[in-house]
Every structure is written in structure tokens, then in C-alpha cells.
T-cell receptor, first 113, second 116 residues
Framework: DQQVKQNSPSLSVQEGRISILNCDYTNSMFDYFLWYKKYPAEGPTFLISISSIKDKNEDGRFTVFLNKSAKHLSLHIVPSQPGDSAVYFCAARGTSGTYKYIFGTGTRLKVLA | GAVVSQHPSWVICKSGTSVKIECRSLDFQATTMFWYRQFPKQSLMLMATSNEGSKATYEQGVEKDKFLINHASLTLSTLTVTSAHPEDSSFYIC????????????FGQGTRLTVV
């Protein structure tokens, strides 16, 4: 039972355009969501997070939007750069106060120069 | 920033042998570390939560006798894959968080295990 889902396994975007990565979850008890970026043969690197009490969090080129009623979050990258090419995982914290993450299946982003 | 180091980065072993993977927090003390595994094109699946000085907590479906976890110090957790078989071949990743810092968990670089 996949509690965190990323339905798009891959995405290609032209450099300079916006990349939108989507994530859906099923457990309404999740209270904190994160996006991690992963290069091949490396561990994930934390990118940005959002608490369930917010609907938007922005950090430079990265913005995460949360729609609690739809149980949906998205990561916007604008402008996209070739160095952003990686696999992006969304994750949810399973229980408040712990750091036990439940990951989605990942979306491979390719930014074309 | 906080760094989590895993060793080895990759290992090839014969079926039936055991392999130990180390996870170290280099500049902070981690009372809790997490072990994940990732199959190709799949998600990172949490295997177990490693608690310093006590037994690990395993996720449903993970064999604790197969995947031995030891967290003997505040900076080191080890995962031993015992009697490895080809189906254990996977990418294993640990994570740890500095409980004193307001940051998310940091991940090690992962270990690619291939059992032949």
C-alpha cells in the first residue's frame, strides 16, 4: 500500500522553463512533507519542506505547494537549470515529532539545455 | 553542515556470506538512525529504526534476523546482511538527524550491494 505516490516517473523540461513535480498521499495524519533530490549512486539531499499548517513554502527557485483537501503537493522549480536534472522524491513524516520518512517512488527530471 | 557517511559505497559478495554496512554521523551525535533500501526504479523503503543503546525497531515484513542492526554508539550504526542471497542485492541508505539542530535528516551516500 503506497501511502505516498508520484505518478509521473519522468519529466523533461527545457532549460529556463518551469518544472512541476507532483505528489499525492493517502494518509491525512501526515503533518510534514519534504522534497529530496537524488543523483545516481548518492544518498538523497534535502531540498525543501512544508508543514501541513501552510499551503506554500518558497526557497529561491524552489516552491512547494500543499493542498490538504486534495492530499496533494507539488514542487515548482523556476527557472529550471540543467543541474536540476536528478530524481526527486517527495516524502511524508509518518508521525509528528519523529523523523521516520515515507517516500514516494520518485520522478526523474531531465532539464534540457 | 551535518554529514552522514556510509561505508562501503559498494560491495560485491558471494551468496551465503554476510556483509556489514556502516553509517556514521561525522559531526553530530545521532540517537536515532534509519535504514532504507531501494530497488531499481522504486521508492526508498524504510527497513528499520536504529536506536542507540537499544534494539532496533523493524518495519513490517523486514526480517530482523536477516538484517542485523547495531547502534552501539551515538555516531555509528551498522547494518549486517546475514547469509546474503541475490535477492538482497539493492541500494541501502542510512539517515540520521542532529537532535539539537532544526534541520531535516541527512542521508548517507548509500551502499550498492550485489550478491552473486
Amino acid at each position: 500500500d503506497q501511502q505516498v505516490k508520484q505518478n509521473s516517473p519522468s519529466l523533461s523540461v527545457q532549460e529556463g522553463r518551469i518544472s512541476i513535480l507532483n505528489c499525492d498521499y493517502t494518509n491525512s495524519m501526515f503533518d510534514y512533507f519534504l522534497w529530496y533530490k537524488k543523483y545516481p549512486a548518492e544518498g538523497p539531499t534535502f531540498l525543501i519542506s512544508i508543514s501541513s499548517i501552510k499551503d506554500k513554502n518558497e526557497d529561491g527557485r524552489f516552491t512547494v505547494f500543499l493542498n490538504k483537501s486534495a492530499k496533494h503537493l507539488s514542487l515548482h522549480i523556476v527557472p529550471s537549470q540543467p543541474g536540476d536534472s536528478a530524481v526527486y522524491f517527495c516524502a511524508a513524516r509518518g508521525t509528528s515529532g519523529t523523523y521516520k520518512y515515507i517516500f514516494g517512488t520518485g520522478t526523474r527530471l531531465k532539464v534540457l539545455a | 553542515g551535518a554529514v552522514v557517511s556510509q561505508h562501503p559505497s559498494w560491495v560485491i559478495c558471494k551468496s551465503g556470506t554476510s556483509v556489514k554496512i556502516e553509517c556514521r554521523s561525522l559531526d553530530f551525535q545521532a540517537t536515532t538512525m534509519f535504514w532504507y533500501r531501494q530497488f531499481p526504479k522504486q521508492s526508498l523503503m524504510l527497513m528499520a529504526t536504529s536506536n542507540e543503546g537499544s534494539k532496533a525497531t523493524y518495519e513490517q515484513g523486514v526480517e530482523k534476523d536477516k538484517f542485523l542492526i547495531n547502534h552501539a554508539s551515538l555516531t555509528l550504526s551498522t547494518l549486517t546482511v546475514t547469509s546474503a542471497h541475490p535477492e538482497d542485492s539493492s541500494f541501502y541508505i542510512c539517515s540520521a538527524r542532529d537532535p539539537r539542530a532544526n534541520t531535516e535528516a541527512f542521508f548517507g551516500q548509500g551502499t550498492r550491494l550485489t550478491v552473486v
